[in-house]
Nanobody
Framework: EVQLVESGGGLVQPGGSLRLSCVASGFAFDTYAMSWVRQAPGKEFEWVSRIGPGGFGTYYADSVKGRVTISRDNAKNTLYLQLNSLQTEDSAMYYC??????????????????RGQGTRVTVSS
């Protein structure tokens, strides 16, 4: 059974930082591209970032480019998202997500077919 368990969210002031983690199990983590997606209250899902199976092939949404770094530790089956210079617009539920097939590199939000339960990030003063 595929499990994706996110953690690291919380309340942070504007300009602050958070590091999100996602521990994966139930599949060959090192053969899957992984992504972070988010959903703000009342808004649609937004694809935030992606990283290829070997740690290359990163993608960042324009809304977070320069403030966010995605990384992974395949030995620990863990995906990370470092969020810096957080803004109120970054408040959302953040989910890690994977495509349905190994070695497939998603190029659209819809191609991330499975996600975890999420961790909430709230940016507020």
């Amino acid at each position: 059974e595929v499990q994706l368990v996110e953690s690291g969210g919380g309340l942070v002031q504007p300009g602050g930082s958070l590091r999100l983690s996602c521990v994966a199990s139930g599949f060959a983590f090192d053969t899957y591209a992984m992504s972070w997606v988010r959903q703000a209250p009342g808004k649609e899902f937004e694809w935030v970032s992606r990283i290829g199976p070997g740690g290359f092939g990163t993608y960042y949404a324009d809304s977070v480019k320069g403030r966010v770094t995605i990384s992974r530790d395949n030995a620990k089956n863990t995906l990370y998202l470092q969020l810096n210079s957080l803004q109120t617009e970054d408040s959302a539920m953040y989910y890690c997500a994977k495509p349905s097939s190994p070695w497939f590199i998603p190029t659209a939000l819809s191609e991330n077919s499975e996600r975890g339960q999420g961790t909430r990030v709230t940016v507020s003063s």
